[in-house]
């Protein structure tokens, strides 16, 4: 198969408009209807279908779209990695965690990073979704569990348990500090919504609160929704205990109700084991967790 056409039957794909496939690669619609009808006559395959509201992948165009999907973000690691200087650090970083770490902890630090590297772009993916590494949907990962998939370099950050918290106005305003989990009944709880994705420990804590029949309860489908909660007054909330550095206000609950460690995780494809980009960026974290460990000891919270 023609390279060039498969650079634009992509781009179409990925458009689903000949207009604006053309826009991107600064050819003429004309131009580019000509080469995906070439495509499709020398595939003997429609690879899409044409309505007016744009263009619709056949199951033939699925097939191909996925095969040059694989094939464009193999060769944007082998650019990056060409790119990759022995002593500058630059280009697009992808990295993905969880929506909750990513707003509460790794988002409110990155300016030091860029402070650091003003020509490295981060590009952030929050979800809870585990994306495929090896297949390069992002270049680093930073999850709550240890990676499963091979050909992965991991390294253990650092581990953190899911607590009660809620702030001083709250407690004082609501009878004072809860003495035992009885007193749950009297107070709001604000917790992660139960079908939405999350450490299966956050999951049990929440499930044994719950026993103790809440006198109400606010679900959110993250973290930093059960924050912004727990900030307002709302009541007493399931957070992950990375919180109390940025948030030294906030009240531990019943400190000694807590889960077991939650081993936090960060990882990266083999192939980017030598890239710069990733080097400084796993270094760039790892000292952020040394200096939060010391910041909590100064404080007296470990």
Known sequence: MDWDKLRIFHAVADAGSLTHA???????????????RALEESLDATLFHR??????????GELLFDATSAMSKRLD???????DSEEEVFG?????????????????????????YPDLNIDLMLEERVLDLPMREAD??????EPSQADLVRKRLMTVQMMLYATQEYIETHGGMLENLEDI????????????????????????????????????????????????NLGIGVLPDYVTQDFPHLVPVL????????????????????????????????????????????????
Request: aromatic letters at 6%; one cysteine or more; hydrophobic letters at 40%.
């Open 140 to 145: 680093v990962a930073i999850r709550m569990k």
């Open 51 to 60: 309505h007016a509201r744009g263009l619709i992948l056949t199951e033939q």
């Open 185 to 232: 009944k009297n107070h709001r709880l604000i917790c992660q919504t139960p079908a939405a994705p999350q450490v299966g420990a956050s999951a049990s804590m929440v499930g044994h609160l719950m026993t103790y029949n809440p006198r109400s309860l606010l679900t959110v489908n993250n973290y930093f929704g059960v924050l912004q909660g727990v900030l307002h």
């Open 22 to 36: 053309g826009d991107k690669l600064n050819l003429s619609q004309s131009a580019v209807s000509r080469q995906i």
């Open 255 to 302: 400190s000694d109700i807590e889960t077991a460690d939650v081993p936090v995780y960060l990882a990266y494809p083999e192939e980017l084991r030598q890239s710069q980009r990733v080097a400084a960026f796993r270094d760039f974290v790892q000292d952020e967790i040394i200096a939060q460990r010391k910041q909590l000891k100064q404080m007296g919270k470990l």
């Open 92 to 116: 697009v970083l992808r990295v993905t965690t969880t929506f909750g770490f990513g707003t509460l902890w790794l988002a409110p630090r990155l300016p030091k990073l860029y402070e650091q």
């Open 77 to 83: 690691a082998a650019a990056a990695r060409i790119r």
